[in-house]
Structure formats: structure tokens, C-alpha cells
């Protein structure tokens, strides 16, 4: 890959990115790298050196919290044609709690190393704007999960994670019980009860592999 094609792939993540000096933008090109993780694959936690901000460029990643216990709490996704700016957590003094990232599917992003982005705040006021505007972002997906724990019933939860599922993906939803807990933040039991409710509504269907939405409109009423 030559530099330009390089510069062509990373530039939209960036909508500042021709406001930039020559050097700067060279000093992006070479600190960022091609990375793919599989799905499940941790990336990002509080006992590891933190690995930088990631530029999804295909499939999605899981941020989470987790208990000393080990109940994790899906915090958000990140997207294809997103950035995660918590896993590069480390150089970011306001964040005092740690996360978790892992990869929700085969995942290829690009990374920026903690410590090249550290030095981009410190020397692009560009790039301090920047990460002051990915954590307002990510704060308020953030308060939104907890909102919804907090004040929202559980039957309402899980339709809202239905839904948007059958929005972005269709109908067809290959999540099982325990990964669908794991981002309500519940237990499995809870989740499978929940479905088979669900299913005597005629709602939706569910099978050892998928659940398949068969009434939009009335999974839409549980989200009220």
C-alpha cells in the first residue's frame, strides 16, 4: 500500500484532516497500523498496556464494564466507520475507571498508538478538540445505558435491544442468550425467560440458534 492509498483510507475519520500541517498528517500516516481481531477477542482491558484509539473499518467492537465478580455491563458498540477512544484510556486523565474492549464479530480497524495520540493532543489543539469530542460523544451513549438500568423495566430493555438489532440486521438475530445478558447487563436465565414471554406473545420465535422477529410493530409497543 503506498502512502497515498494509506492517506485515502484513514482521511475520513478525520474531518479536520486538510486543516493539518504536511507533518502532522505524515506523522499520522506512519504511526497508524492494520489490525483484524477475531470475534470474541479482547483487545482492550484495565490490566493491559492500553493499545491506542481504533478506527473501525469493518465489523464492530464491545465496550464494557465488568464487576469483580465478572458481570459485565455493555456500555456501547462501535461501529464500522466509528473510533474507540476509551482503549486508549491510559492518556486520557478524566477516564479513572477501567474498560473492556473486545471485538463483537471479526473486526479490522485501524490503530493509533496511545502514545503517538498522546503527543497529538499535546502538540494539535486539532486533536485535543478531537478527543474532547469522541468522549462527549461516548459519555452520552454511556448515560443512555445507564438511564436505561436504571429506570427502564427489563421487558423494555430487551425490546430496545431487539429492535435496533432488527433495524441494522434484519429480522434475523443471531445473538444467543448469554451474549444478549452480557449487553443488558443481566443473566441469562433473566434473558431466556424474558424471550419465551416474548414468543408467547407472538412476538418474535426462538430456536437454539436465532430469534427471528415475526410481529415488528408489537416489539416496537414494548419499547414505549
Known amino acids: ?39 470474541g477477542e479482547n483487545i482492550h482491558n484495565g490490566d493491559q498496556v492500553c493499545v491506542g484509539v481504533l478506527f473501525v473499518q469493518s465489523g464492530a467492537l464491545r465496550v464494557y464494564i465488568m464487576s469483580e465478580e465478572g458481570k459485565e455491563v455493555t456500555l456501547y458498540r462501535v461501529e464500522e466507520g466509528e473510533v474507540c477512544v476509551l482503549s486508549a484510556s491510559c492518556v486520557l486523565s478524566e477516564v479513572t475507571f477501567d474498560v473492556h474492549v473486545d471485538s463483537a464479530e471479526k473486526t479490522r480497524a485501524w490503530v493509533l498508538p496511545s502514545g503517538a495520540f498522546g503527543d497529538l493532543i499535546e502538540r494539535n489543539i486539532y486533536f485535543e478538540n478531537y478527543q474532547n469530542k469522541l468522549k462527549a460523544q461516548r459519555l452520552s451513549d454511556v448515560m443512555w445505558t445507564m438511564q436505561q438500568i436504571l429506570f427502564f423495566s427489563f ?18 438475530i443471531t445473538y444467543s442468550h448469554l451474549e444478549i445478558a452480557k449487553y443488558l447487563g443481566s443473566a441469562r436465565e433473566v434473558v431466556s425467560r424474558m424471550l419465551k414471554y416474548f414468543e408467547k406473545e407472538g412476538v418474535l420465535t426462538v430456536s437454539r440458534k436465532e430469534i427471528v422477529v415475526t410481529d415488528k410493530k408489537r416489539l416496537f409497543e414494548y419499547t414505549k
Open 1 to 39: 500500500m503506498t502512502k497515498q492509498e494509506k492517506i485515502e483510507l484513514i482521511k475520513p475519520y478525520f474531518d479536520f484532516w486538510d486543516k493539518l500541517e504536511p507533518k502532522i498528517q505524515d506523522f499520522v500516516c506512519e504511526n497508524m497500523y492494520d489490525m483484524t481481531y477475531e470475534a
Open 155 to 172: 421487558d423494555k430493555r430487551l425490546a430496545i435491544f431487539l429492535y435496533d438489532e432488527l433495524v441494522k440486521n434484519g429480522p434475523v
